[in-house]
């Protein structure tokens, strides 16, 4: 079983950044790896997501602030998201998805209120 364990959500003002981590208790080299979020009352939707180095896919609304990256070494995905709204308040998912299945963590609430 795949383990997936979210970190660095919290409470921002607008206009402010955040950075999220994914550790993943198995290699993700093989996996495409993506961030989600779920809005309150809302339902969840893709934020971005990771194949490999350089192929990178984002929502419309994250286009410019928001950066994925992964590091296979640690097992790590990263989401940068910087110049935060008030609508990007949600719950954060990470999922990776490869032949061995698709699994998701547990989520990370960011809160984004002055």
């Known amino acids: 079983q795949v383990q997936l364990v979210e970190s660095g959500g919290g409470l921002v003002q607008p206009g402010g950044s955040l950075r999220l981590s994914c550790a993943v208790s198995?290699?993700?080299?093989?996996?495409?790896t993506t961030w989600y979020r779920q809005p309150p009352g809302k339902q969840r939707e893709l934020v971005a997501g990771?194949?490999?180095?350089?192929?990178?896919n984002y929502a419309d609304s994250v286009k410019g602030r928001f950066t994925i990256s992964r590091d296979n070494a640690k097992n790590t995905v990263y989401l940068q998201m910087n110049s935060l709204k008030p609508e990007d308040t949600a719950v954060y998912y990470c999922?990776?998805?490869?032949?061995?299945?698709?699994?998701w963590g547990q989520g990370t609430q960011v809160t984004v209120s002055s």
């Open positions: 999922r990776v998805v490869g032949g061995r299945g698709d699994y």
């Open positions: 198995e290699s993700i080299s093989n996996f495409y």
């Open positions: 990771i194949i490999r180095i350089g192929i990178t």
